[in-house]
């Protein structure tokens, strides 16, 4: 394999506070799901804004074996449609890729117009923009740099490319702030033991509870009657959850077990 020597590109300064960079951002980047929250584009903020026909965009990163190899790992994307290329890393915060090989005959899955524009932008003009391949000599004629920071509610990745455009992702689902105070719905107590309680509860909710990576521990319907999640399985700690209606987003916060 041959590589380019890239120019070093200073990371944008995010706007949330006590952010800090992981350590070992290979291993942290490999084995989990990250997901799209922005794009920033000729200095251009365009947030991921999710709809009945793409709820989420993923970036999924996962080693090729077990005990994982952090030279060349598998990386699935999706948009409307999953596509597919794997990726090699070098260094604690570069890595390069081939082109996506897309899982459906057509990669324009999307039928909504705002969702095949976004869609455009995100994989022709940050992932694969051809002003920044590096030529077909190279194995993997892409290159990014990234970092990953550790907020206090969950960890960022920002990927950028070798022409400044950035991607922006979290490792726990997204929800827009538009959708998330749409809801009533309330919590408590936070601190909680054994027992979490939903006032205002006038139809069934999904509710799922993560841990800081974004590992799903509890994935429950609570309905009218009950309206009480059982938590009695899971240790002291901070967790995050996230509620669901009728396929919706609605909630997403803190939660403090004791």
Request: overall charge negative; glycine content about 4%; charged content about 20%.
């Amino acid at each position: 394999m041959k590589f380019l020597p890239a120019p070093f590109l200073c990371l944008s300064v995010t706007n949330v506070l006590h952010a800090q960079e992981v350590e070992n951002p290979p291993e942290v980047l490999t084995g989990q799901t990250w997901y799209l929250t922005k794009m920033i584009i000729d200095e251009e903020e365009m947030p991921f804004v999710s709809n009945e026909e793409v709820n989420q965009s993923l970036f999924d990163v996962k080693p090729f074996s077990n005990p994982p190899d952090y030279n060349i790992v598998s990386a699935g994307v999706l948009y409307c449609e999953w596509g597919s290329s794997a990726i090699f890393l070098e260094g604690e915060n570069e890595f390069y890729f081939d082109g996506f090989v897309y899982l459906a005959d057509d990669y324009w899955y999307c039928e909504m117009y705002e969702n095949i524009d976004y869609h455009y932008i995100y994989f022709d003009e940050f992932r694969m923009n051809s002003d920044s391949f590096l030529g077909h000599d190279y194995e993997f004629p892409f290159h990014f740099y990234y970092t990953i920071n550790q907020l206090e509610e969950h960890q960022e990745l920002i990927v950028i490319n070798d022409n400044g455009y950035e991607a922006h992702f979290q490792n726990v689902p997204y929800l827009s702030v538009d959708k998330q105070y749409q809801s009533n719905l309330t919590l408590y107590p936070n601190p909680a033991d054994n027992f979490l309680h939903i006032e205002n509860l006038t139809e069934s909710v999904q509710i799922e509870i993560y841990d800081l990576s974004g590992k799903v521990l509890l994935s429950q319907e609570i309905n009218e009657a009950e309206k009480r999640v059982n938590l009695s399985r899971l240790g002291e700690g901070i967790y995050l959850y996230q509620l669901r209606q009728q396929g919706q987003n609605i909630k997403t916060g803190k939660l403090v077990k004791k």
